[in-house]
């Protein structure tokens, strides 16, 4: 089964998000994140989209829902690389994601949290 | 088109391959990723490949070209993530991939180059 892998650095994790995310795509994704973190105590976790054209409320609620997951095993996530048109839909089709923080690249999402950590 | 994405990190890039790579795929990503060493003066890539689980010939040259065509632009490549599987089947169909590292994951690669660019 297709599988998006989960990248290492440090105690951050970067998910580069390039495929369709249908739900079994999606679910595999939620639950290797949740016992990466688990696993090596991450402290943070980037997810690129920068691949990804378009997005549908499935899509921007699946990213709301595993940056709650992460936050609620204490790692904060940033999405990175959404483009205009992806924020455009996901204004339009009212998914929010409350508490998701953005940067504009990985290198300025990993930055950011690193940041957050000093201050904690 | 699909489009394999090209993250930043500091002098560094890195490339995770998670779609089957037909012809026009990869040759976006070379030119994709040629012109980013360039553009931001890249002094290594990394290339993560633990999502693949086979290889076939066509694959293991991409990767050799691609990497020989970063060193004619001054950045060294390493390739991680390779699986067990697919270091047998590379050196079976007799794809010796000359002249390219290789490192266990992406945070190993990335302390290699930073580690071979010091020693410059």
């Known amino acids: 089964m297709e599988?998006?892998?989960?990248?290492?650095?440090?105690?951050l994790l970067l998910v580069t998000i390039q495929v369709d995310l249908?739900?079994?795509?999606?679910m595999q994704l939620q639950n290797d994140l949740t016992n990466e973190i688990e696993r090596i105590n991450a402290k943070g976790v980037v997810i690129d989209i920068s691949a990804l054209e378009m997005v549908d409320s499935f899509i921007g609620r699946l990213i709301a829902d595993t940056s709650s997951m992460a936050r609620v095993l204490?790692?904060?996530t940033v999405?990175?690389?959404?483009?205009?048109?992806?924020a455009i839909t996901l204004v339009e089709?009212?998914?929010?994601?409350?508490?998701?923080r953005t940067a504009l690249n990985v290198e300025k999402g990993m930055a950011l949290l690193m940041q957050s950590r000093r201050e904690d």
Do not use: F, S
Not at 3 to 11: C, E, K, T, V
Not at 22 to 26: E, G, N
Not at 79 to 86: E, F, H, I, L
Not at 93 to 100: D, F, H, R, S
């Open 74 to 76: 204490d790692a904060e």
């Open 3 to 11: 599988r998006i892998p989960i990248l290492r650095m440090g105690d």
């Open 79 to 86: 999405v990175v690389g959404m483009r205009p048109a992806v």
């Open 22 to 26: 249908h739900d079994q795509v999606a």
């Open 93 to 100: 089709l009212g998914v929010a994601m409350p508490g998701v």
